[in-house]
T-cell receptor, first 113, second 112 residues
Framework: GQQLNQSPQSMFIQEGEDVSMNCTSSSIFNTWLWYKQDPGEGPVLLIALYKAGELTSNGRLTAQFGITRKDSFLNISASIPSDVGIYFCAGQLGGGSNYKLTFGKGTLLTVNP | NAGVTQTPKFQVLKTGQSMTLQCAQDMNHNSMYWYRQDPGMGLRLIYYSASEGTTDKGEVPNGYNVSRLNKREFSLRLESAAPSQTSVYFC???????????FGPGTRLTVT
């Protein structure tokens, strides 16, 4: 089945630093999604990408859909303490029955004030 | 607009007991999903409903049943709980299959 490799597994940064994380797949996807999960809460959608090469921003967050359709990147600029949490990527092939999301295992982000 | 709601928030069961997890969405979405989240395993799809009246198995359906009661509600039933079903369960919905999914707050289930 499809697998997503998300890296890094964890990051410990200082407030104000920029953050980058990525997901790669052995298969192509037609949709890439990025979620954030706070402790004890459900995942919250941050950015949705539907087109290869697409670059989309949401405030201090920027995500890109890789041109090969096998990867995606999430950048967070000028991190703040409330950015702490687990960030998940998810990919979806789409079409027919292939619309199930495949999730990465997450990047745990810790921000030191 | 509450989005996706789930009840209960916490539950403790003894092995062999049954229970139903409830999920409702008020976004007029057609598709709904049930996931479980375990440490080191990420989110895994249990069952989904592409539209009202249809349900299909996901990646880990054994030991579970679902009911799409109407467009708003999608329930997950454990007929005979096992310790391996200790997990956090999330319900999600999307406007149609293939679009971004929105998650509920989760139900934390412990089976002893």
């Amino acid at each position: 089945g499809q697998q997503l490799n998300q890296s890094p597994q964890s990051m410990f940064i200082q407030e104000g630093e920029d953050v980058s994380m990525n997901c790669t797949s052995s298969s192509i996807f037609n949709t890439w999604l990025w979620y954030k999960q706070d402790p004890g809460e459900g995942p919250v959608l941050l950015i949705a990408l539907y087109k290869a090469g697409e670059l989309t921003s949401n405030g201090r967050l920027t995500a890109q859909f890789g041109i090969t359709r096998k990867d995606s990147f999430l950048n967070i600029s000028a991190s703040i303490p409330s950015d702490v949490g687990i960030y998940f990527c998810a990919g979806q092939l789409g079409g027919g029955s292939n619309y199930k999301l495949t999730f990465g295992k997450g990047t745990l982000l810790t921000v030191n004030p | 607009n509450a989005g996706v709601t789930q009840t209960p928030k916490f539950q403790v069961l003894k092995t062999g007991q049954s229970m139903t997890l409830q999920c409702a969405q008020d976004m007029n979405h057609n598709s709904m999903y049930w996931y479980r989240q375990d440490p080191g395993m990420g989110l895994r799809l249990i069952y989904y409903s592409a539209s009202e009246g249809t349900t299909d198995k996901g990646e880990v359906p054994n030991g579970y049943n679902v009911s799409r009661l109407n467009k708003r509600e999608f329930s997950l039933r454990l007929e005979s709980a096992a310790p391996s079903q200790t997990s956090v369960y999330f319900c999600a919905s999307s406007v149609v299959r293939g679009r971004e999914q929105y998650f509920g707050p989760g139900t934390r289930l412990t089976v002893t």
